[in-house]
């Protein structure tokens, strides 16, 4: 019964206690004879932490403040035993111009890197190493960085403007999210073949089709797909 106090708790924030207490039994004998499992992260935290999400969706803004922030509610996260889906596409590329500063920003992929160093020190729930996915939009001027030298587990988030590229055997354009001018064009093949070495490679590499998931995203009034779980199998909410 302790793995249902968290489940009593949340209802009797909306259900009157005899309504509560139906739920509590009905869940109850749905996990005694194994029709259905809770998720390892309600295992671990039912009747400890309210925190009984499984994955959840991060994504941090251009500034220091939100990336070191997006940074600490990642591990925290991890420390309760959640697996984290973060998007780096609204990031400001490699040697952008910042305002004051002698030099130019160090990039998406460099700030990548201290999240999967947080990933890899801490242990998750205390039971197992932190799991994070990362995304970047195809359309980043990162892109290529993204997908030759990060060594994490990532998705690159692919656009139409790429898909229409392959169609056409063409490019499509690279654009800066810190203003939304186009930097450059890809080529569009050229890019799917670095994703396919990737991938042949065993280096963690996977494919998002971000404006696909858009298209049928049942919640769009309330939030969008940027990334997905850290095993694929769903878009997470922004």
Known sequence: ?????????LDALVKKDKEVHKAEEAFYELITSLDFIPSSTILFN???SMQLAACAALTPEDDT???????????????SGAGVGLSFSRLRPNEDMIKGAPAGASGSVSFMEVFAAESKQLMKGGKQRGTSLFTLSADHPD???FVRKLEMPRALAVTDKMMEGLDSETTYPIINPHNGKTLRRENAARMLSVVSEAVISGKQMGVFFADEAARHNPTARIGKFETITPFGEAALLL
Not at 1 to 9: A, D, G, I, Q, R
Not at 66 to 78: E, V
């Open 143 to 145: 892109a290529q960085d």
């Open 1 to 9: 019964w302790w793995l249902l106090k968290n489940t009593k708790e």
């Open 46 to 48: 039912a009747g400890k």
């Open 65 to 79: 403040d939100s990336i070191f922030s997006t940074l600490r509610k990642t591990a925290l996260l991890h420390h």
